[in-house]
């Protein structure tokens, strides 16, 4: 996960409140949950920041207090307001929130016009094509993307396609420096097959990194692999009225995602040859399986 802070938070009326409240709340920003809601345990949270428990109290019922010279009118200038044990609700995430997709979402098409005219212009090898993954869904473009594909990928705005064709190009050596980077994208790539959303618009944000890195630490490539797999089949995912829970955020979860991933893993090794593939050709280029 990760939370943007503003300048302006540190020029409002929240001047001069105390390094350990900036640190809380810093931290508050960067564990949020997509709708607002963050679990904070001082006696937790004081080991993670290097503090002690009584100033993460102490932030948190500054946080939580009415604020009349705040910029915002919501919940009389709050920032925090109890919704149960260790649980709390950013008041103002969502309103944040819609900011900073549209920001993201304008460097995106900023990219993309970059793109564009680098194409029109003929300017060859800056950026990788946009051809759909093959329909065995191994996560692997043409034989010949070049090498060069492998380096420089976006910080952010990944897509899909993009991440494949990345990954066709990798060597051992890729997956030896940074192992977790790529499996993630090898994760992406299979979800964006196996959704049948084979464009370029399809984005590996920030949020579905630190979903990925989660859950592969824990569980290792193969097992969130058949995951994602499992969510095509299993009935919970798939009900008889018609609806669907594929998108990545069904499968990894932010929060108790832990029996999810693996109810949809059980269910993806009944399926299991396109995981299979995938994994065969990754060993074909010296990566190796490792537990999470």
């Known amino acids: 996960m990760f939370g943007k802070a503003y300048a302006s938070m540190y020029t409002g009326s929240m001047l001069g409140a105390g390094m350990h409240v900036f640190a809380v709340w810093g931290y508050i920003l960067a564990n949020c949950s997509r709708d607002g809601f963050v679990e904070i345990n001082p ?32 919940e009389e200038g ?21 900011i900073r997709d549209a920001e993201e979402r304008r460097e995106y098409l900023r ?11 003929g300017v060859d090898g800056q950026q990788p094509s946009t051809k759909s993954t093959n329909a065995e869904g191994d996560a692997e473009a043409e034989a010949d993307t070049p090498k060069t594909l492998s380096r420089n990928l976006p910080a952010v705005r990944e897509t899909g396609t993009w991440v ?18 790529w499996e993630g994208r090898t994760l992406f790539s299979f979800w964006q097959y196996r959704s049948g959303k084979n464009d370029k618009v399809v984005i590996f944000t920030s ?12 569980y290792g490539l193969g097992d969130c692999l058949y995951a994602i797999e499992g969510a095509f089949h299993h009935p919970d995912h798939n009900p008889s009225d018609g609806r669907q829970f594929r998108d990545f955020e069904n499968i990894f979860k932010a929060r ?7 109810k949809l893993r059980d269910a993806g090794q009944r399926s299991p040859k396109k995981v299979q593939a995938i994994l065969a050709k990754l060993e074909g280029k010296g990566w190796t399986p490792q537990s999470g």
């Not at 949020?207 to 824990?218: S, T, V, Y």
């Open 111 to 121: 990219i993309k016009q970059q793109e564009s005219r680098a194409r029109r212009a």
């Open 207 to 218: 949020d579905r990194k630190a979903r990925a890195n989660r859950w592969l630490k824990i």
């Open 164 to 181: 494949a064709q990345a990954i066709s190009a990798a060597g051992a050596e890729d997956f030896s420096d940074q192992r977790l980077l």
């Open 78 to 98: 709050r920032r925090l307001v109890a919704e149960g044990p260790f649980l709390y609700r950013v008041v103002n995430y969502m309103q944040y929130r819609k």
């Open 256 to 262: 108790d995602g832990a029996g999810t991933i693996e």
């Open 43 to 74: 006696r937790l949270t004081a080991v993670q920041l290097g503090g002690a428990d009584t100033e993460v109290q102490e932030a948190i019922d500054y946080l939580c207090a009415p604020d009349p010279s705040s910029r915002s009118p919501e």
